[in-house]
Every structure is written in C-alpha cells, then in structure tokens.
C-alpha cells in the first residue's frame, strides 16, 4: 500500500472503505492493545473519529484516525508498547475505581494499559513489582466494596489482624481479604473479598497502617470465630501487653484487660464461648505468641502457673534477668528462644552471661527452641516438670505423671 510522510506521521493512500482497515473501526481490542495517553485522546477529540490496529510485523501500537467519514485517507502513529500510563500523584499512591479514573482524565484506552493491575471488578492500581502486593490487594479490595454503595468499607478479621498487627497463625498473602460495611449495607460476594457486616453498635473504624479497620476490642470478637482459643489468647495477650521495651512503632497497649472483658460480655456473634475462655487464660506481659502457647501448654500439663516476663534480681537488688516465664517459690525460669537468639551474635552472647548469671544465683533454666514447642511439647513439659521438682516441687497431678510416662 503506497504511503508518503507527513508532519512525522505515515499518510496512506486512499483506502477501500470496505476494506480490512476500514472493519476495524469502533472494534474493542484486549487490555495489551492500549494507545499511548496522548494519542488516545487526539483521536477521540472533536469530531474525528478513531480505531486502533495492531501491527503484528514490528509489535507497535497503531491508532488510524479519519478527519471524515469521507476522506478516505488515514493517518498511522506508532506509540511504544508497554509504555507506562501518566497518572495523577494521588491515584498512583492506592487503588482508584474507574469512576476516579475517568475524573482524573483517564481514557478508557488508559484504564485497560497493561501498566494497571485489574485485582476486582472496576478497579485499578499501578503496578509495581517492588510493592506489598498483599496491602495493595486490601487497598483494591476496599475501594471496590465502597464503590458499590454499600457504605465504607473497613478491613475486618484476619485481614484486619495482619495490619493491627497481631500474632495469627498462619501468613495471608494469598488469601482473600476480609472486607466489612454497616448495616443497612450488604457483605460483598465478590472474588477474592470475604464480604462482612457489623452488628455490634460498639464497633469503631480506626486507621493502621494508612487503612480503615476494625478497632482492637472489635478485631478480638471477630477472631474467636476463626481461631482457637489458644491463638485467640496470644492475641489478647498482643493487645494488652505493655512493652518492657518500647520502639518508636510499637503504641501498645491498645486496650486494658477490663476494657476487652466489657466488649466480650456484650458481644453476641459466633465465637462468643471462645472468646469467654480465652479472657480468663489472658497474661498481659507475653512478648511474644509462642511465649504465651508455651505458657498455656505447661498450664495444661498443671503445672505451677509461672509469673510473665518476671525480673531476677541478686542479693544487693541489681537488675540480672527478665525472664519469659519464671517460678519464684521453686527457682526455675523458662526461656523461648526465637531466630534472633541464634541470628544475632550479640544476643548470643548476651544470653550466655545472663544464663551463667541466673546459674550463679541458684536458678535451673530451661531454654526452649521452636521444634521443642510445637513438634515435641510432651517431651518440653516433661523437662519443664523435671526441674520444678529438682526445686523441690511435689508432682500432684495425674497429668503431669501421663506427661512423664510418654
């Protein structure tokens, strides 16, 4: 087909208004065939009229433009593939439905770039392979919920539990994001979203990490539904603990025992039971989950109930140890060592002194690592009742010979 250049731009000859090119106009192509921002819009502008082909011989866009009905001349513009598409500062910072979008001045040909990830029906984010993708889907999923009319939408549960945070069992990466809206407004169905309601007339909307949630006493009540109770206890345990040690981040506590024991009184959903349990197993002072699984499985096995996070001190009062778990009247201390005592060569060597210190003073410690928690806890709480009656305690307990005999 003979062509001529003009203004940079390849001018066809006359064309066959039955032809291939002229079948293509007003055809909508896949999300991977988007104009370039400012060629989509020279060509939807005033009264031309616009469609687009793929040149499959150099893999470029093409957008073919008439100035009327009857000219019978068309104009080719290559734009580069994959170019990124211009985006207000705003939008480029969360997810954006695409009523935003079409405000901000987005084309439609722009909401379908490939540079714009497509998580739930209507909405958009930039793509950014360095980004959480998991906040970026809670983000999307969000403005998604909102923008049906169902009211504001807040994070719940255990999507609410990753961002608070607080200690849950397993990581939510891949899973769908839980999702609530007030009455009278309806749980989203949508793929990818655990859709919610709230009930309780107590729960308020508070922002963590720069996203609407469920506040603390809330969260607590929505997880006895999907925990067991020993998780849902290091959870309240999270939440009330105030730190020994305190870092810029760390707000804690978010509520008092007393305060969550007023909300779990007056909740009445699924879980209520669990949730009754776990505030008469709560320990404010845990530092950690397995701190407080360790503590209620030598609780099981009756066992002395051990102080959190006591502090030894010598003859004089000087400060030796804080311990995770300490027996006073029988001198045990029970240790949870986690990564960083191994990782970090500091806390090595930090644990040594303090455990030749805690041996000078007449105290049996007992360390415990992950596997001896949850792989062999039998054999852990048989180690933990062994050194209690070298201290001079009396086995009492028929469950604690059971854990013996094993």
């Known amino acids: 087909m003979p062509t001529h250049a003009s203004g940079g731009s390849a001018v066809m000859a006359p064309l066959d208004r039955a032809g291939p090119v002229a079948a293509e106009r007003g055809r909508s192509f896949p999300t991977r065939r988007t104009p370039h921002r400012e060629d989509a819009r020279a060509a939807l502008a005033g009264p031309h009229r616009s469609t687009s082909v793929l040149s499959m011989r150099v893999r470029t866009r093409v957008v073919w433009t008439t100035a009327a009905a009857s000219s019978g001349t068309a104009t080719l513009r290559c734009v580069p593939p994959c170019q990124p598409v211009p985006i207000r500062q705003d939008l480029q910072a969360s997810a954006f439905t695409v009523a935003q979008g079409r405000a901000a001045g987005l084309t439609r040909f722009e909401l379908e770039h490939p540079h714009l990830q497509r998580p739930f029906r209507g909405v958009r984010f930039v793509r950014d392979e360095s980004a959480d993708t998991f906040r970026a889907r809670?983000?999307?999923?969000?403005?998604?919920?909102?923008?049906?009319?169902?009211?504001?939408?807040?994070?719940?549960?255990?999507?609410?539990?990753?961002?608070?945070?607080?200690?849950?069992?397993?990581?939510?990466?891949?899973?769908?994001?839980?999702?609530?809206?007030?009455?009278?407004?309806?749980?989203?169905?949508?793929?990818?979203?655990?859709?919610?309601?709230?009930?309780?007339?107590?729960?308020?909307?508070?922002?963590?990490?720069?996203?609407?949630?469920?506040?603390?006493?809330?969260?607590?009540?929505?997880?006895?539904?999907?925990?067991?109770?020993?998780?849902?206890?290091?959870?309240?345990?999270?939440?009330?603990?105030?730190?020994?040690?305190?870092?810029?981040?760390?707000?804690?506590?978010?509520?008092?025992?007393?305060?969550?024991?007023?909300?779990?009184?007056?909740?009445?959903?699924?879980g209520k039971r669990r949730a009754v349990a776990a505030l008469t197993l709560l320990r404010p002072g845990a530092e950690s989950r397995p701190e407080t699984l360790l503590r209620l499985r030598l609780g099981d096995a009756s066992l002395p109930e051990p102080e959190v996070n006591g502090v030894v001190r010598d003859g004089v009062g000087r400060f030796v140890a804080r311990c995770d778990l300490l027996d006073r009247q029988w001198r045990v201390v029970v240790e949870y060592d986690g990564d960083q005592h191994r990782t970090s060569r500091a806390q090595f060597e930090k644990d040594v002194r303090r455990l030749e210190e805690l041996a000078a003073l007449g105290w049996r410690v007992v360390r415990v690592l992950s596997r001896d928690l949850f792989v062999t806890p039998d054999l852990t709480v048989l180690r933990v009742a062994t050194a209690l009656r070298q201290g001079g305690w009396p086995p009492g307990s028929h469950r604690e010979d059971a854990c013996a005999a094993r």
């Open 138 to 270: 809670c983000l999307a999923a969000l403005a998604s919920v909102s923008a049906t009319g169902n009211g504001d939408a807040v994070l719940s549960h255990l999507s609410a539990a990753h961002w608070w945070p607080v200690p849950i069992p397993t990581p939510l990466d891949g899973g769908p994001v839980d999702v609530a809206v007030r009455l009278p407004g309806r749980a989203s169905r949508a793929t990818g979203i655990r859709g919610h309601v709230l009930h309780d007339p107590r729960a308020r909307v508070v922002m963590r990490q720069g996203m609407p949630m469920v506040d603390a006493g809330t969260l607590f009540c929505q997880l006895s539904a999907v925990l067991l109770v020993p998780d849902l206890v290091a959870v309240g345990d999270a939440m009330a603990l105030t730190p020994a040690v305190r870092s810029w981040d760390d707000d804690r506590p978010w509520l008092t025992v007393e305060e969550l024991a007023d909300r779990v009184h007056g909740f009445r959903g699924r």
